[in-house]
Every structure is written in structure tokens, then in C-alpha cells.
């Protein structure tokens, strides 16, 4: 069964750090680009940021460049969205995402395959 688990949300302060994983299970994560978006109530769903399944080349939102990481961790079946300098505009549910897309890396909600339950991020004093 192909399946994608969120961790490491939460809640913490501006200024503060989280690094949610994705852990995949039924397929192998490095056969895949994998996407970070989040959600907030009554908008659509962002893409923040994607590693693509070929290059390791990265892509990010402006929001979150300089303060976002995306890596892998092909022995672990994992990806990792290291988070800093957090704000609360960052507030959201993030999910992760597998796409089988190779020759380019995807950011669009529709290129992507396989998605995660998602995992709560709040940024809060």
C-alpha cells in the first residue's frame, strides 16, 4: 500500500524552528520529485518547495527562500522540510507529496500523485 506519514509539526514561536518529515512506505521516495505545500482555511493549496527525483535541484517559494531546506534521506525513505525563522504567515497544514514527473520539477498541486494526511504548523506567541 503506497502511503506518505507527516511528522513534526506543532506549535511554536516567531522566530522559532520545525523540521516535519515525510516518511513513504509501498514505494521508494527517491523514484519520485517530493513536494512540501501547506493549506490554510479558505485559500488554495501553496506549493513551498520541491526536490526533484533526478539532480537533488530544489525548488522554493520567495516567502520561504533563505529560510526553508528541503533534503532527502534516500536510506530513510524520508524527506525533511527544515523550517527557520519562522513567522506566523507560515501557519498552515503541510503536506507532503510524490510525483512521478522527471524532466522538470513540479509545483502544481495536479502534478502530483501520491499525498500525506498533512501535519499542523503554527507559528504563535
Known amino acids: 500500500q503506497v502511503q506518505l506519514v507527516e511528522s513534526g509539526g506543532g506549535l511554536v514561536q516567531p522566530g522559532g524552528s520545525l523540521r516535519p518529515s515525510c516518511a513513504a512506505s509501498g514505494f521508494t521516495l527517491d523514484d519520485y520529485a517530493i513536494g512540501w505545500f501547506r493549506q490554510v482555511p479558505g485559500k488554495e493549496r501553496e506549493g513551498v518547495s520541491c526536490i526533484s527525483s533526478t539532480d537533488g535541484s530544489t525548488y522554493y517559494i520567495d516567502s520561504v527562500k533563505g529560510r526553508f531546506t528541503i533534503s532527502r534521506d534516500n536510506a530513510k525513505n524520508t524527506v525533511y522540510l527544515q523550517m527557520n525563522s519562522l513567522k506566523p504567515e507560515d501557519t498552515a497544514v503541510y503536506y507532503c507529496?510524490?510525483?512521478?514527473?522527471?524532466?522538470?520539477?513540479?509545483?502544481?498541486?495536479?502534478?502530483?500523485?501520491?499525498w500525506g494526511q498533512g501535519t499542523q504548523v503554527t507559528v504563535s506567541s
Open positions: 507529496a510524490a510525483s512521478s514527473v522527471s524532466y522538470y520539477l513540479p509545483y502544481l498541486p495536479y502534478e502530483y500523485d501520491y
